[in-house]
């Protein structure tokens, strides 16, 4: 039986020459498990070793490559007593020594290239005694174009240990030649033509082995075009199947609705949040089920445009459920929740895990019956046994928490209700069109009346007790201060004692005079809630705590936030932590302290300072971190990106992702023979995010 032109891409990496059973283990701890997995192990980059020196010309610390015959090789031992082998070779120019610590080996390897011309790429170390050449790779001078370590443009791929970087070339090589012949393009020809791409087998080579840059240049144009289109259509095709093939539920807008709900707040909206409820209502409208994502920097007021769908779906006898990540989360916005929609007679339950067993029977039959107008919980609302009577909403908070599949279980609990994902976290437009490419997007760009930005500066640690001072005096003044904890991953219980401890240090030590207290992640809801309803009614003057505060109940008169070790933490957890004053009239504070050690961290600190818009911060954090660190594109439901880059690709992505939302349009089942790989591709990696919402 022979196997097929995909099997052999199959094939377990093991039987690719060089390879064997030791060396696949090895490769499997980086993910590579077949020849299709080798040949996408990319280079991270390339170094130009096709410009020879001569030896007499080489300067001291520069890295260089030059060819040369050797004359000569010992072992010596160092004053350490370490062996170090010594290996001669001329040019007729100079000699040079290339040196190997612990390598006694060596010596035998290059008494066989004595007389032997070899050419050598290395660091050059040129003193008194001479021209030594470390970290030394070479190879013999072979005929033209049959190097591979040197001599040319050579390829850097990410190591492991047990691999090595003249392993991989030979095994790539090898590989390369060998199954190239049996890679499919998955494009039309007609896009290849017009973006100008690179053959895909030409693509495959020349971003292992380039010959010049300009290949491996149009060597990953080809392949990152190729990654960023397959995802974006995936994304088109969904969000064609949603709009065409499903029937969703025609929302009446009426006015009296829109009217009834401006009554019950407490503040009016701001021009933004208007916007957006108009944009939602529209979607509603439509008898096509509503996919929008919903972006809001912290504090702009996005739960309130929720509250305005919720009624809507309600005035016209269905359901919603709102779905969060965490339970202080849903407790959050149960509150605001029940506490507006009341005013109207609308019921509102939550359902989270820590609600004991006569609790949660009491919200699922009540769900079951329809007497609730809106259900807040957490996964607990996805597990079996929770039904709705009529569910026409769903809204799901900070998506990025969810899988895809998590959020279409939820919506199979309906039939075709309307989706509304909101987010606090900014989305840089690439990772935004990357995970969320299949949703209309509105974002409330504008912050309520009143607010003044944040005023962040960063200390370094010695500085503490200056710090506490000057928060001390506005305390005493009348304002109330956050202060968070240093982050401790390593548990739960950990995390608690320290905000434990900080507090019983603040009280006795610092802020003898006024009140403070803790606040963490292992007290039960209720105790948070307490906390947090003395601390919103001034009854607690400094709040130690976890991020927990993320996400928590608004308090206006706290204007200073303190953030211990502030390095340990993410960009956009730092602005997600600050988003926790400012939100009153008086000016607000929010003070760094931290020693970073590395340059990304200084990087992340400079950038609170600098600004506190939180599209920026999240491009920043984006360029830090890179897209699967920054969002968790696994976690979305999407293949993680092999070669494509958000932060640097965007002229890409907006290329792909117009060509492809095109193809969706003329050829929505990708019927014709130019797109038969691209189905068969899409029916493999995506058929769940494509097709399961209309089963």
Known sequence: MTLTETDKLQTPVQYVKGVGPRLATTFERIGVKTVEDLLYYFPRRYEDRSRFKRIAQLADAEFATVSGRVVACDNLTAKTGRPITKVAIDDGSAKAFLIYFNQPFQKTIFQKMMGSEIVVYGEVERNKWGINITRAEWEELADEGEELHTNRIVPIYPLTEGLFQKTIRRILRNAVELYLPFVKGLLPPAIVAERK??????????????ETEWQGVEARRRLVFEELFILQLALALRKHTLQSGLPGISFKIEESILEEFHKILPFDLTGAQKRVIGEIS?????????SRLLQGDVGSGKTMVAAAAVLTAARNGFQAALMAPTEILAEQHYSVMSRLLSKVG???DLLVGALNRKGKTQVKDRTAMGLNGLVVGTHALIQEGVEFKKLGLVIIDEQHRFGVLQRMELMSKGNCPDLLVMTATPIPRTLALTLYGDLDVSVIDEMPPGRKPVITHWKPKREASRVYGQVAQLVREGRQAYI???LVEESEKLQAKAAVDLAAHLQSDIFSDLKVEALHGQMASWEKDDIMERFREREIDVLVSTVVIEVGVDVPNATIMII??????????????????GRGQEQSFCILLGDPKTM??????????????GFDIAEEDLRLRGPGEFYGTRQSGLMSLRIANLAGDTRILDEARRDAFELAERDPLLEHPDHQALSERLHANYENLIWATVS
Do not use: W, Y
Not at 282 to 290: K, T, Y
């Open 484 to 486: 968070v904890c240093p």
């Open 282 to 290: 529209g979607d509603m409208e439509i008898p096509h089920p509503m």
């Open 197 to 210: 791409l690179m053959d895909v087998r030409e693509a495959f080579r020349n971003i292992h082995f380039p």
């Open 564 to 581: 211990q070790d502030a390095e340990r933490f993410g960009l956009s957890q730092l602005h997600q932590l600050r988003g926790r004053v």
């Open 600 to 613: 990304d961290g200084k990087r992340r600190l400079e950038t609170m300072v600098r600004t506190t818009d």
């Open 346 to 348: 609308i019921e509102v």
